[in-house]
């Protein structure tokens, strides 16, 4: 991901849901808030998977603009207040399907994850979080 996708996708995928997001919570809107959750954790997936696929997604330096018009018109549909949102979609249909499923191995994995990382940390703690 070079310089030039990382600021247009940043001002569209970020600034802006971020500050919908605050304003929604300001405002004490439950329904705006969880439609900007959903988008939260869809850009998370896409941002994750964006990263592993970069090289395959975006190859060629004269790619760059057929790719970030695609990614910023992906990240519209996400954010856009419609019935067939991108967000609601994917959340609905094909995230929350899965986690459903399989929440407690993701979760058991997330903990072991969590302390691995916090034993190569130096950060210590047993299994009920407290520290040693």
Same mark, same amino acid.
């Given at each position: 991901?070079?310089?030039? *996708? =990382?600021?247009?996708?940043? +001002?569209? #995928?970020v600034f802006y849901p971020a500050f919908a997001s605050l304003r929604a919570v300001l405002l004490e809107s439950p329904g705006s808030s !969880? @439609?900007?959750?959903k988008y939260w954790v869809v850009l998370g997936v896409f941002s994750v998977i964006e990263l592993l696929l970069d090289l395959v997604l975006n190859p060629l330096p004269y790619s760059f603009p057929t790719y970030l !018009? =695609? &990614?910023? *018109?992906? +990240? !519209?549909w996400c954010m856009v207040p419609i019935d067939m949102n991108g967000s609601d979609v994917i959340f609905n249909n094909?995230?929350?399907?899965?986690?459903?499923? $399989? $929440? %407690?191995?993701?979760?058991?994995?997330? %903990?072991?994850?969590?302390? @691995? !990382? =916090?034993? @190569? =940390?130096?950060?210590?703690?047993?299994? @009920? #979080? &407290?520290?040693?």
């Open positions: 991901m070079d310089f030039y *996708t =990382l600021i247009p996708r940043t +001002l569209l #995928g !969880v @439609s900007w959750m !018009v =695609l &990614k910023c *018109t992906f +990240l !519209v094909v995230l929350f399907p899965i986690f459903k499923e $399989h $929440h %407690e191995q993701i979760e058991e994995k997330a %903990e072991t994850a969590k302390f @691995s !990382v =916090l034993k @190569s =940390l130096c950060f210590k703690k047993d299994k @009920s #979080g &407290k520290d040693k």
